[in-house]
């Protein structure tokens, strides 16, 4: 974020590629060029103590065969941008420890993120590097299409395609929201879904969160609303006026 070229910071982003949805990375310009960085070949496997490493600390082993992708403007005061693959992935100059969504904001809040987790392999006879890197360069494409063409672009460079498995989707979609229906709760304080329950025992998973119900990225309850709305519409009779109900009770609270 905006952070990392901020007092303190030296403006590097590197990304495992691990984390993200496709091993790519991008940079727009304000005249609608663009160059972006796509590996074709990319390789997750990883060891134990990488999963293990909730502190940023440094890990060499050469089992390790992810990479990291990022951008580097070092100097303020040059418009100069460096785009580039790290293998192995080493991180920084923010990372993002193995940790609860609480622990996070923590480390966030006292700057604990800003720090460098390093991945190295042992320099050793007969030692391979295996990736295969693409480079596209954009042009008269505004920030929407450019979005949109690079994803298109991923999708057919790493072909996809070929490799997804097809399911029921509308059965699969039935099944989810009459899952978050029947998740919905309420009292005198009003209605909601609550952040972490076990959906075996009904048990709160996190402590201090009992019958909490948040909005936005870790509760989610107005994104589920949508969901019951959408599926309301499309499945009419009973269900309809059931997902209506509670949707209304979410959004009256």
């Known amino acids: 974020g905006s952070n990392t070229y901020g007092s303190g910071y030296s403006g590097i982003v590197r990304i495992r590629?691990?984390?993200?949805?496709?091993?790519?990375?991008?940079?727009?310009?304000?005249?609608?060029?663009?160059?972006?960085?796509?590996?074709?070949?990319?390789?997750?496997?990883?060891?134990?103590?990488?999963?293990?490493?909730?502190?940023?600390?440094?890990?060499?082993?050469?089992?390790?065969?992810?990479?990291a992708l990022g951008a580097e403007q070092t100097n303020s005061a040059s418009s100069t941008i460096k785009l580039g693959y790290w293998f192995p992935g080493s991180e920084g100059e923010v990372t993002y420890p193995v940790a609860t969504w609480q622990d996070w904001l923590a480390k966030a809040e006292d700057h604990g993120n800003h720090q460098w987790r390093m991945r190295l392999h042992h320099v050793t006879n007969g030692l391979q590097h295996n990736y295969t890197i693409t480079l596209r360069f954009g042009f008269d494409e505004d920030f929407t299409t450019y979005q949109k063409n690079v994803w298109r672009y991923a999708w057919t460079g790493l072909n996809v395609n070929s490799k997804v498995t097809k399911?029921?989707?509308?059965?699969?979609?039935?099944?989810?929201?009459?899952?978050?229906?029947?998740?919905?709760?309420?009292?005198?304080?009003?209605?909601?879904?609550?952040?972490?329950?076990?959906?075996?025992?009904?048990?709160?998973?996190?402590?201090?969160?009992?019958?909490?119900?948040?909005?936005?990225?870790?509760?989610?309850?107005?994104?589920?609303?949508?969901?019951?709305?959408?599926?309301?519409?499309?499945?009419?009779?009973?269900?309809?006026?059931?997902?209506?109900?509670?949707?209304?009770?979410?959004?009256?609270?």
């Not at 329950?197 to 989610?220: C, N, Q, T």
């Open 17 to 67: 590629e691990d984390r993200l949805p496709a091993p790519m990375f991008g940079i727009h310009f304000n005249d609608n060029t663009s160059i972006t960085l796509l590996n074709l070949s990319p390789n997750g496997a990883t060891i134990k103590a990488d999963g293990d490493d909730i502190n940023g600390s440094e890990v060499n082993d050469n089992r390790m065969q992810f990479g």
């Open 167 to 253: 399911y029921d989707i509308d059965t699969v979609r039935r099944t989810l929201v009459d899952f978050i229906s029947g998740q919905v709760v309420t009292d005198m304080r009003g209605s909601g879904l609550l952040s972490a329950v076990d959906v075996k025992s009904g048990d709160v998973l996190l402590a201090g969160l009992e019958k909490r119900a948040y909005l936005g990225f870790i509760g989610k309850n107005l994104e589920n609303v949508e969901y019951l709305l959408r599926e309301a519409q499309k499945r009419g009779g009973s269900d309809a006026s059931k997902f209506r109900s509670q949707a209304d009770l979410i959004i009256n609270t």
